[in-house]
């Protein structure tokens, strides 16, 4: 199998080095090799950051950003009780919201029922997933990748000799995959390729916000932060692997941006390294 650091000079992708690295007598080739991943991780991720920021300017992301704020988070008790009461539901919203989103209810739809907290107490409210409604189609972001790939198995392997366990996620239906601290969870029928998307991007939240690298840390980072880490991290791997990625999409809809992703770039690397040296190896 091709080594960690032969795919890493795969993804240089004509990415020239500057001549001195050439040039230099003094230079050991590990040396060289180290400077020129280094080289062409930066400009990886600096096209990364700017395609991030490109997306977060469109009027399409804008679009699908107004829409998912009329979507409220709800409480984990909530959760509870959609799953429930209707285990299939993914976007749930009240009656005046769908119908403010072009949407109408279903005849003879069956309402679920959440609490509301007022200065009384809670009361009862009622929702309906999508799929009980009709009408205008919501603003989508594209995130998820099409495609079969053998490349996925060297993924898995690689969690395994980090010591993480794969295993299929059940329920949570607005879930693909999820990283608890030594377990991957991940949801079965997904397309290979999107499986190994995910899977680089739970390894990446394991090494750099779970795990023995990443204790503690992980807690004092946001959202934001720590899915611009991971899903930067992901696409470095991917790109290595020669697979593709919808890495810009994603981590603008977390809230990421350019800036974050420049902040992140020695996590990145070190994550990256650690994820190719145990797939690979």
């Not at 040039?23 to 060289?32: F, H, N, P, R, T």
């Not at 990748?145 to 395994?160: H, I, N, S, Y």
Request: charged fraction near 25%.
């Amino acid at each position: 199998m091709t080594g960690a650091s032969e795919l890493r000079a795969t993804a240089l992708q004509s990415i020239v080095i500057p001549g001195g690295y050439r040039e230099s007598l003094v230079v050991s080739d590990e040396a060289l090799n180290g400077k020129a991943e280094m080289v062409a991780l930066r400009r990886h991720l600096e096209a990364l950051a700017r395609n991030v920021d490109d997306v977060r300017q469109s009027e399409e992301f804008g679009r699908f950003m107004d829409a998912m704020a009329c979507f409220w988070r709800y409480s984990p008790f909530n959760q509870w009780m959609i799953r429930q009461q209707l285990p299939t539901a993914v976007r749930v919203a009240g009656q005046r919201t769908w119908e403010r989103l072009g949407r109408r209810l279903l005849p003879d739809v069956k309402p679920i029922v959440i609490l509301a907290r007022t200065r009384k107490g809670f009361v009862p409210v009622l929702v309906y997933d999508i799929s009980q409604t009709a009408g205008a189609p919501l603003p989508v972001l594209d995130v998820v990748v099409e495609g079969e790939t053998d490349r996925v198995a060297c993924l898995e392997r690689g969690a395994e000799r980090l010591g993480v366990r794969v295993v299929d996620l059940e329920g949570r239906l607005d879930l693909v995959g999820a990283s608890v601290g030594g377990e991957i969870r991940i949801r079965a029928g997904l397309s290979s390729m999107e499986r190994a998307a995910t899977l680089a991007h739970e390894l990446a939240h394991e090494l750099l916000h779970m795990g023995r690298g990443g204790a503690g840390r992980g807690e004092r980072l946001s959202v934001a932060e720590k899915e611009t880490e991971a899903e930067a991290t992901a696409y470095v791997v991917l790109k290595a692997l020669g697979l593709p990625s919808k890495a810009p999409a994603y981590i603008a809809w977390q809230g990421g941006s350019g800036e974050l992703i420049y902040q992140a770039m020695s996590r990145v690397q070190r994550g990256e390294r650690s994820i190719l040296e145990a797939a690979t190896r």
